[in-house]
């Protein structure tokens, strides 16, 4: 699977959007780009994946840019409760048989 | 949501006691995995069984030990436990290539 570079953190106010960035310029054609998130001392939590189209759900948007090197996952109206650490994953549709590694992910800050 | 459960959510023991913590789930998933993360850290996988009778051992070099002789259980025993192994412990479980599902873990401590 490819590797995921994201920023330790980043700080979003209350109610604006939260736009949090992942590279992964070494992303093979047929390896989705996953999104899950970690609030404090809970599991974390799946969000969306996608492969080249945007995509969204009721949680989050995710935009992949045209050469799939990078994404971006958008929380559109962030609060204070989508304070928590995400992680940005990289892996095959058949990497089913390959455990989910986690890497330091970014911590967002939601500030009132 | 996801049914995933693990008991205890908290455990203090003292150092040489035999532990077992308990993950189960009621969605039928064939893949189930332990994770460890110390507090504020990365998450490192320490085992993950892919079918009954199936483990295998994660990245992450662990003292624990797993089984899964039924489908929906998934337990974890550390021997002899020691200060070295406080942390928290976390479960997951998936089938095919969907999404993960995480327990919300055991927070185990050793004295």
């Known amino acids: 699977d490819a590797k995921t570079t994201q920023p330790p953190s980043m700080d979003c106010a209350e109610g604006r959007a939260a736009n949090l960035p992942c590279n992964h310029s070494?992303?093979?054609?047929?390896?989705?780009v996953y999104w899950y998130r970690q609030i404090h001392s809970q599991g974390p939590q799946y969000i969306i994946h996608?492969?080249?189209n945007n995509e969204t759900n009721e949680m989050a948007s995710l935009i992949i840019t045209e050469d799939r090197k990078s994404s971006t996952l958008i929380l559109p109206h962030a609060t204070l409760r989508d304070t928590a650490v995400y992680y940005c994953?990289?892996?095959?549709?058949?990497?089913?048989?390959?455990?989910?590694?986690f890497g330091k992910g970014t911590r967002l800050s939601v500030i009132a | 949501e996801a049914d995933i459960y693990q008991t205890p959510r908290y455990l203090v023991i003292g150092t040489g006691k035999k532990i077992t913590l308990e993950c189960s789930q009621t969605?039928?998933?064939?893949?189930m995995y332990w994770y460890q993360q110390d507090p504020g850290m990365e998450l490192h996988l320490i085992h993950y069984?892919?079918?009954?009778?199936?483990?295998e051992k994660g990245d992450l070099s662990s003292e624990s030990t797993v089984s899964r002789i039924r489908t929906e259980h998934f337990p974890l025993t550390l021997e002899s436990a020691r200060p070295s192994h406080t942390s928290q412990y976390l479960c997951?479980?998936?089938?095919?290539?969907?999404?993960?599902?995480f327990g919300n873990g055991t927070r185990l401590t050793v004295t």
């Open positions: 070494t992303i093979s054609g047929n390896e989705y």
């Open positions: 069984s892919y079918g009954v009778n199936s483990t």
């Open positions: 997951a479980s998936s089938v095919g290539n969907s999404p993960l599902h």
């Open positions: 996608g492969l080249k």
């Open positions: 994953i990289v892996r095959t549709a058949s990497s089913g048989n390959t455990p989910l590694v």
């Open positions: 969605m039928g998933h064939d893949k």
